[in-house]
């Protein structure tokens, strides 16, 4: 399956807790990247005729030249997975740059908007309702 924005941008925020627990990001990312890259020679194929052409032989970045014994399908299998580690890292920043400001519940990992990015909000409307009562 060729994964164009849409289908990244849903991922990264559907996971966005994962990402943000991370410690290392980029490592999760290019991990998506990889697993969006297809096996069999017919995805890889039309996978590969549908990615930007700005993108076609990225493996030489890789290898300088010098590919060895890799297949043309292995060629394009790197081909594809420059190209979504590309656009993973650049829907990330986006998808980021939207998030600012929000923070997750302690409690409950509902999203609070913290407009003042509080380091010291912790809790949604609910639970510190729910907090401030029990006390
Ligand atoms: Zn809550």
């Given at each position: 399956m060729y994964w164009n924005y849409t289908d990244i941008y849903n991922e990264i925020t559907e996971n966005w807790q994962?990402?943000?627990?991370?410690?290392?990001?980029?490592?999760?990312l290019n991990e998506w990247a990889d697993r969006a890259v297809p096996i069999y020679s017919n995805d890889v194929i039309k996978d590969w005729q549908l990615m930007p052409s700005e993108f076609d032989n990225?493996?030489?970045?890789?290898?300088g030249?010098?590919?060895g014994d890799l297949t043309i399908i292995q060629l394009m299998q790197i081909d594809l997975y420059e190209?979504?580690?590309s656009e993973y890292a650049r829907i990330y920043e986006v998808v980021k740059t939207e998030r600012e400001g929000f923070s997750y519940c302690a409690n409950?990992?509902?999203?609070i908007d913290d407009e003042f990015?509080?380091?010291?909000?912790?809790f949604c409307e609910t639970c510190e309702?729910?907090?401030?009562?029990g006390k």
């Open positions: 994962q990402l943000e627990q991370a410690t290392y990001p980029d490592d999760l990225s493996f030489q970045e890789h290898f030249g010098n590919i190209y979504y580690r409950c990992n509902a999203e990015n509080n380091p010291f909000t912790k309702t729910k907090e401030t009562e």
